[in-house]
């Protein structure tokens, strides 16, 4: 009876694969018929796979027209096809690669779209306006997030236009092999961050005074400037220092924070928006919590929006090493040019010995919501990640924790090589220069980021319904044969200058859920 109350669905994504996921909420039983006649041997959740037809013993499984596993036995057709019975393929070499190969024609520009942001010295964009706090170390951030608190409740009222304080908090800075090669990571992340668009320039630390990162290495001077009306001018470095002589007792080190906050208050609250080209956009996509309909709702509508930022001038980051690896041939036939291929591959060999020194491999990403979710294995998943990145030429690449600006790229695709994990990339993304940030999910993540909006897009529409009130775009529309790629890719690239000229705010932004920033340090810790 369950399945004649339903119409059986599957989603093909290539002619010539040999499985495809089962589309209908809440999967498929047993004995279910599809249209073109096949019969499911097994119940299937819905997002997994079912073998369109016999698949031999030792013969490659299809997806996305790319081999994600080899059979272990012999798979009937109507099967289903989980992780259990996939042998994965072995990565990827990282030779003989297709190097900056595919050369399509540039695109029409996309022209006469504007946002409202704040104009940084730098030539960089802010979408938001707000007073952050650097801390050198961790041991400082309970001091700090009392201070912010007190700050919020007793000056932010008196400064409309500054849109929030928040307190950069990580957990490096002390207790860590400073002059380890791979040290420079972690320092240039946060001192990146401190000059992220969004922050106004404004420059202000809070110091334990003890710690091994200490304030003139993690901005020497020359590193940074304040602008004030007539000129732009280098900035001494404003450090409230605990361990000071002059604080004693806890509210002495209160007191001088908020101090010390109220002449970057009053020049934040003195910026206003102007109207700015969409070429100012610097987007960074990433997903987490992904299913088997990350690859092909949300991912390809974020791709489709990824061309048409470009297109308008705009900068686009797509990342996460471990889940853009296994299609490393179909990032590097698409560089501008070889020498960036050459960078990729570069960053690509760099986390396989990051990797490899801690035991495990790229197959260690998988998570068990991923797999839940119809996703059997990291091949699989990366298929559905790179979508993301759309389809027009990459133009740069970014270690992790370096910045834009500093790279000299300003505009097009660019690839920052980041780990997966989703608050780690977050972090680094920010530190690229960021200024709004896309985030897609199948299984559900209440994400966010205080320094930058978050628009979350959810894969199917059955988790844009329960969790209403936290995703931003309900990309499984078009699964549900209710739109297009192109008419979400088309509405989250409006959503983009809505929300960048602050005329709505993400529901990550309206409960104010913020996940930590989390330094990316691959040197030991002592």
Same mark, same amino acid.
């Given at each position: ?78 099967? %289903? ?233 705009? *900068? ?33 060999? %760099? ?28 091949? #699989? ?45 977050? *972090? ?19 994400y966010g980021l205080a320094a930058v909006p978050v628009i979350k897009v959810a894969t199917r529409t059955?988790?844009?319904?329960? %969790? ?5 775009i309900n990309a499984g529309r078009i699964a549900d044969g209710q739109a297009s790629i192109a008419d979400?890719? %088309? ?17 990550? #932004? ?17």
């Amino acid at each position: 009876m369950e399945a004649a109350r339903v119409t059986p669905l599957f989603i093909r994504m290539h002619d010539a694969d040999n499985v495809a996921i089962v589309a209908n909420n809440g999967g498929l039983p047993a004995g279910a018929v599809f249209a073109n006649g096949l019969t499911l041997v097994d119940r299937v959740p819905q997002g997994h796979k079912v073998a369109l037809i016999d698949l031999p013993q030792g013969s490659a499984v299809l997806r996305y027209n790319v081999p994600i596993g080899y059979a272990l036995k012999d798979i009937p057709a109507g099967s %289903w096809v989980h992780e259990r019975l996939l042998d994965m393929p072995a990565a990827r070499g990282l030779v003989g690669l297709p190097m900056a190969t595919v050369q399509p024609p540039a695109p029409a520009p996309l022209e006469g779209y504007t946002f409202d942001g704040y104009r940084n010295a730098d030539g960089t964009v802010g979408t938001r306006n707000i007073l952050a706090i650097t801390t050198t170390v961790q041991c400082v951030a309970g001091v700090v997030d009392f201070a912010v608190k007190r700050i919020k409740d007793e000056l932010l009222p008196r400064y409309p236009h500054v849109d929030d304080v928040v307190g950069l908090e990580h957990s490096y800075g002390c207790g860590v092999a400073i002059d380890a090669p791979d040290a420079i990571i972690p320092i240039r992340t946060l001192r990146n961050i401190t000059l992220s668009p969004n922050f106004g320039g404004e420059v202000m630390v809070v110091s334990l005074g003890c710690e091994k990162l200490q304030p003139e290495r993690f901005l020497p001077p020359g590193s940074f400037a304040i602008v004030d009306e007539r000129q732009q001018t280098e900035a001494a470095l404003d450090v409230v220092c605990l361990q000071a002589d002059k604080h004693v007792g806890f509210m002495s080190m209160i007191d001088s924070i908020l101090q010390a906050a109220v002449p970057h208050l009053e020049r934040l609250n003195a910026r206003r928006r102007e109207p700015v080209p969409a070429s100012a956009l610097v987007v960074g996509v990433q997903c987490g919590g992904s299913d088997a309909f990350s690859g092909v709702t949300a991912n390809p509508a974020v791709g489709f929006a990824t061309d048409l930022l470009v297109r308008a001038g705009a *900068t686009v980051m797509f990342s996460e090493t471990t889940e853009v690896r296994d299609g490393i041939d179909q990032l590097t036939c698409r560089a501008s040019t070889p020498e960036v291929a050459e960078a990729m591959i570069r960053e690509m060999a %760099w986390y396989d010995a990051y990797l490899k020194k801690g035991q495990v491999d790229r197959s260690a990403n998988t998570t068990p919501g991923n797999k839940q979710g119809g996703l059997s294995n990291i091949v #699989e998943k990366a298929m559905g990640s790179i979508v993301k990145s759309g389809s027009v030429p990459i133009t740069g690449v970014l270690s992790p924790g370096e910045k834009l600006t500093h790279k000299g790229l300003s505009s097009g695709l660019v690839y920052a090589a980041t780990p997966a994990s989703d608050f780690i990339c977050g *972090t680094l993304q920010l530190a690229a220069g960021m200024n709004l940030h896309v985030f897609t999910t199948g299984r559900g993540t209440p994400y966010g980021l205080a320094a930058v909006p978050v628009i979350k897009v959810a894969t199917r529409t059955d988790l844009a319904t329960r %969790w209403h009130d936290l995703m931003d775009i309900n990309a499984g529309r078009i699964a549900d044969g209710q739109a297009s790629i192109a008419d979400v890719g %088309w509405e989250l690239f409006h959503l983009l200058l809505e929300v960048a000229s602050g005329r709505k705010k993400t529901w990550a #932004e309206h409960w104010k859920l913020h996940n930590a920033l989390v330094l990316f340090n691959p040197a030991p810790i002592t």
